[in-house]
């Protein structure tokens, strides 16, 4: 089955300093690949995803790159802010099929003012 | 989008006993999802609350320990049974936004520890 590895598990930059999330799959079927945020007490939110016929999205201050043949895509958060700092998940899936989504480890995320 | 309100938030349970946690969406939906999410891990899919039958439980848990039900298409519980301390976590009601984006809505989660 699919295994999805995130790194690095813990991350702090400076305020207004970029931030990156790697992650890796197994499954080379998988064709869609979410990022999910999640704050202190919260559920996790999507705040950007990526399908296996893009390279890279971007939404503002947040992108997300795909490299099939090497099985790896990545997080960017450019200007960090604040409000940036929380746990973030990476996942990947075959189909749209939400049951069978399999996230990463997760990466928590700190922003130092 | 679909807003989740999960209940209770959090609670203390004793060794043994059983608790249930409900979730209610805001609208209809064919796909409900439970996860589990141990302190500081992952977010494992437990099973899928399908309407009107039984639950679809992924390896490693199983009914007798999770059971699920799901009377309509904007309700569900998830009962955790004769718990143990091992069974401290957070458990996640989701639902899926269907059609081609997939996109997985969570609530917030009930944190349980059992002492």
């Known amino acids: 089955g699919e295994n999805v590895e995130q790194h690095p598990s813990t991350l702090s930059v400076q305020e207004g300093d970029s931030a990156v999330i790697k992650c890796t799959y197994s499954?080379?079927?998988?064709?869609?690949f979410p990022w999910y945020k999640q704050e202190l007490g919260k559920g996790p939110q999507l705040i950007i995803d990526i399908r296996s016929n893009v390279g890279e999205k971007k939404d503002q201050r947040i992108a997300v790159t795909l490299n099939k043949t090497a099985k790896h895509f990545s997080l960017h958060i450019t200007e960090t802010q604040p409000e940036d700092s929380a746990v973030y998940f990476c996942a990947a899936s075959r189909g749209s099929s939400a049951s069978k989504i399999i996230f990463g480890s997760g990466t928590r995320l700190s922003i130092r003012p | 989008s679909a807003v989740i309100s999960q209940k209770p938030s959090r609670d203390i349970c004793q060794r043994g006993t059983s608790l249930t946690i409900q979730c209610q969406v805001d609208s209809q939906v064919t796909m409900m999802f439970w996860y589990r999410q141990q302190p500081g891990q992952s977010l494992t899919l437990i099973a899928t609350?399908?309407?009107?039958?039984?639950?679809?439980?992924e390896s490693g848990f199983v009914i007798d320990k999770f059971p699920i039900s799901r009377p309509n298409l904007t309700f569900s519980t998830l009962t955790v049974s004769n718990m143990s301390p091992e069974d401290s976590s957070i458990y996640l009601c989701?639902?899926?936004?269907?059609?081609?984006?997939?996109?997985?809505?969570f609530g917030e989660g009930s944190r349980l520890t059992v002492l």
């Open positions: 609350a399908n309407q009107g039958s039984e639950a679809t439980y």
């Open positions: 499954d080379s079927a998988s064709n869609y």
């Open positions: 989701s639902v899926s936004a269907g059609g081609p984006t997939g996109e997985l809505f």
